[in-house]
Every structure is written in structure tokens, then in C-alpha cells.
């Protein structure tokens, strides 16, 4: 019997998962899991819409996506943030009292809104199924896409140290924990040190709860998962499938106060699928190509919203995970995918997990959104982009200071509805629009072979 192939962990690149065993794989699929749960399930508790139904439409709306990608990229699409604005827009109202109340009766227009946004993805993916990748991408090269990266990690960096500071030993302890088994760690553990974090912080959290005069458990998390139901329904009333959209006038205005926040999104998309193709060392935006990830992404919001569930994006939490473990088999994300679906089933092991303190998760994400930041650094480095030419230092600083620098977006108004563009949004525009106009271009995307390739095999 030929003798097992060592399996070379953290030092080089795993594209093929299956190398390490099914256990393995599952145990990877998990901390993916844990990596987008919480900030998936923050959605729905800001804008009124179902957690399960939004775990269930984020696990098949991943899948979806790797069927359109053909199963290339290695990404999972949790809720999206930049939609919450609209959300706001169509749902929000105050009462008597001068307090922001959720109209949950306005919720299927906004899905009905976030539905149509979706579909705006197809038309920026037939510009791309009509031009060739070459003359696409000199729109979004290195000096752009680098900056965005950077930008992506260093804007969730507020929320990480605002999580720690619930409680810092908690999180210095997730922290740690995952340093340790990174740097030091041996075989499996060596790949899986957030899942490990969460435990060892978790088992600490538990001691200090029952030990320590500060509880550190929430009561109302701890009651939810004291109530809730081991088996549940996913799909609940709210979406346009099983809501009702009867009002032509709150119609049009869902469309118009949420669909310009596409043009946003799909910047970030764009920026989100850079930042896992530096990450991988592969270049997914001309294979399997962004006419491919815009669909999948377009049409998983478009999906989800149907049902009641929030808009879809790539993840940045998960695309850290990627660069910590260096494991980067799209296998392992649609076992993510799957666990999301049961656990959408099961709204106790879902309680459970959402009981996860705050403290623990900004630990995780302490330096989860810092690779993502340092991804970018590399982006930019090993493209050698001169940064001793002023257009270059000129685009880059215009996306920084306008993706940090602007916390609360732009706001205008479309008619009657008020829209805010993010950050990130503002900046990606910025950025794409002053490095096609400025001059002493000198960047030559490297996707000629793969298109001219492509077209001789009759690839469709």
C-alpha cells in the first residue's frame, strides 16, 4: 500500500481540500461558517427582516454563485451593509415619542427594491460578456484595486475595535489564541486557529460569567436561546413572494430610493473579488470573469430578496480566512454554505451561536480585517505600482481619504426618496473615474492570453 502523501499545512497554498480528508474539511467548513455568521445575522436584527431566512438564502445564495462560477472562486455571500440605508428609507418612521420604529408592512416594497438592484448587476456583466477582459480591467488596475483592498480592511477595522472594547480580555484572548496556533501551531490546528479562538475564548467567557460579578453573557441572547424552537420553518412572511405589494406608488418609490445603491455595490464587488484573487494568487476576475461573479452575486440578491431576505455580497470576514489558513479550495466555503442552510433550520443552534460574546467576535476580527488591508499592501507591491508618479499618488490617496474619510457616505435625493452612496462606494467611483482620465497610464492587464484562448475554444 502506497504510503499517505504529508499534507503541507500553512506554508504552501491548498487548493484542493480534499487532500486533507472530509473531517478536515468539515472542520474548515465550520469556521467559515462562524467567520460570516455574525455579521450576516446583524442584518436582519437592523432592518426587521427573519435571521433564518436570511441564513438560508445566504448558504443557497452561495451555492448559486459557485454553480455560475463553476465552482472557481472561493467566496461566500453573507448580507450586505451597503443596503441598509434603503432599507431605512422605505421601512423607517418615527413615532409620537420622536423614536425610529421599523414599519414591518413596508418590508416586501424594500425587497421588492433590493429584488430590482439585483438585476443591475446583469447589465454591467453583459458589458463584460461583450468586451474582452483586456479592455475592461485597464479600468480597474492595481492602483485602483490595491487602494480599494486596503480600504475594504481598514473600514471594518472601527467595528472590530469597537466589538474588543466590550470586553478586552476576552477579545486579547481570541486574539492570541489565534496568533498562537497560526505562528506555532502543528497540522490541523495550524488551519483552523479561529474556530480554535472561538472555543478557548468561549470557555473563558463561560468561566468569567458564572465566576465574575459582571455577567458576561447577553440575558436577552441567553432567554432567545432558552426559547427558541429546535426545529423551524426558514421562509417567513415578508418577502414579495409572501408579502403583499399592492400600492403602485411605495412601489416606485422602493425602486428609486434603493436601486442606485447598485452602482455602489457593484464597485464593491468588483473591489471583494480583487481582493480574493490577490489573496489566492489567482486571477478570478478573467476566469471564470466578472460577467460571471456580477451574475451570481445580482441574481443571489435578487433570489434572496424574493424570499424575504436581505441583499447578497461576497465576504470580506471569509476572505480573511482564506489568507490566514492559506486554504483555498472553493470546496470548503460551499460546506460553509451548507452548514448555513441547516442551521437556518434549526433556529436553537442558531441562538447558540448568536450567543457568541461581542468581545470574542471583534477578536476574530481583529485580524481578519487586517489581512484583508495587508492583502491590498501586496496587491499593490507585487504589481510594482510607481507610486513615484503623481496620477498614481493622486488616485490612491483620493480612494483612502474618500473610503475612511467619509463614514456616513453621500447623501442626495432621487424625487421624494433620499439615497446614500457608502464610503467605499464614493471612492471606488472616484478612484475608476480619475485613473481613466488622468494621464501616464502604464498599466497592461495580462488577460490577453486568457481571452484570445478562450475565443479559440469556442468558450461561451
Not at 333 to 346: E, G, K, Q
Not at 359 to 382: D, K, P, Q, T, W
Not at 397 to 422: D, E, P, Q, W
Not at 427 to 451: Q, T
Amino acid at each position: 500500500m502506497a504510503k499517505k502523501q504529508k499534507v503541507a499545512v500553512g506554508n504552501e497554498p491548498i487548493y484542493d481540500a480534499k487532500q486533507l480528508g472530509v473531517p478536515k474539511m468539515l472542520i474548515l467548513g465550520f469556521q467559515h461558517t462562524f467567520a460570516m455568521f455574525g455579521a450576516t445575522v446583524l442584518v436582519p436584527l437592523l432592518t426587521g427582516l427573519d435571521i433564518a431566512t436570511t441564513l438560508l438564502m445566504a448558504g443557497l445564495g452561495t451555492l448559486f454563485f459557485h454553480l455560475v462560477t463553476k465552482g472557481k472562486v472561493p467566496a461566500f455571500l453573507g448580507s450586505s451593509f451597503a443596503f441598509l440605508g434603503g432599507y431605512a428609507a422605505v421601512t423607517n418612521y418615527t413615532n409620537e415619542a420622536g423614536e425610529t420604529l421599523i414599519d414591518k408592512s413596508m418590508l416586501p416594497y424594500a425587497c421588492l427594491g433590493v429584488a430590482v438592484a439585483g438585476l443591475v448587476y446583469l447589465v454591467l456583466a453583459v458589458l463584460f460578456a461583450i468586451f474582452d477582459s483586456a479592455k475592461i480591467m485597464k479600468y480597474f488596475p492595481p492602483v485602483v484595486t490595491g487602494p480599494i483592498i486596503i480600504a475594504i480592511g481598514l473600514g471594518l477595522a472601527g467595528s472590530a475595535v469597537s466589538n474588543c472594547e466590550t470586553n478586552w480580555l476576552l477579545a486579547f484572548i481570541a486574539l492570541a489564541t489565534v496568533i498562537i496556533f497560526n505562528i506555532w501551531g502543528k497540522g490541523m490546528s495550524k488551519i483552523v486557529p479561529i474556530l480554535l479562538g472561538i472555543i478557548v475564548s468561549c470557555v473563558v467567557a463561560v468561566i468569567m460569567h458564572n465566576v465574575g460579578d459582571t455577567p458576561v453573557f447577553d440575558a436577552g441572547k441567553i432567554q432567545a436561546l432558552k426559547d427558541a424552537a429546535w426545529i423551524g420553518f426558514p421562509i417567513q412572511k415578508g418577502g414579495i413572494v409572501f408579502g403583499n405589494v399592492p400600492d403602485k406608488s411605495k412601489i416606485i418609490s422602493a425602486i428609486i430610493a434603493i436601486v442606485p445603491i447598485s452602482l455602489a455595490t457593484m464597485m464593491e464587488h468588483i473591489g471583494d473579488i480583487s481582493a480574493i484573487s490577490a489573496t489566492t494568487g489567482k486571477n478570478f476576475l478573467a476566469d471564470p470573469g466578472l460577467k460571471k461573479t456580477l451574475v451570481g452575486d445580482g441574481l443571489a440578491t435578487t433570489f434572496s430578496s424574493l424570499f424575504g431576505g436581505p441583499a447578497n455580497t461576497t465576504y470580506g470576514e471569509n476572505t480573511g480566512v482564506l489568507a490566514l489558513t492559506k486554504v483555498y479550495d472553493p470546496k470548503v466555503v460551499r460546506i460553509a454554505a451548507i452548514v448555513a442552510i441547516l442551521l437556518s433550520f434549526s433556529p436553537k443552534v442558531a441562538a447558540l451561536i448568536n450567543l457568541i460574546p461581542t468581545a470574542v467576535i471583534g477578536g476574530i476580527s481583529f485580524v481578519l480585517y487586517g489581512m484583508i488591508s495587508a492583502i491590498g499592501v501586496r496587491n499593490v507591491v507585487e504589481n510594482k505600482v510607481d507610486f513615484t508618479k503623481s496620477r498614481n499618488l493622486i488616485v490612491a490617496a483620493v480612494i483612502l481619504v474618500a473610503a475612511l474619510g467619509m463614514s456616513g457616505g453621500i447623501s442626495f435625493n432621487v424625487g421624494s426618496a433620499a439615497i446614500t452612496l457608502s464610503g467605499l462606494a464614493v471612492a471606488s467611483i472616484a478612484g475608476i473615474l480619475l485613473n481613466a482620465i488622468l494621464p501616464g497610464k502604464d498599466y497592461v492587464f495580462k488577460a490577453d492570453e486568457y481571452d484570445n484562448a478562450k475565443k479559440s475554444k469556442g468558450d461561451k
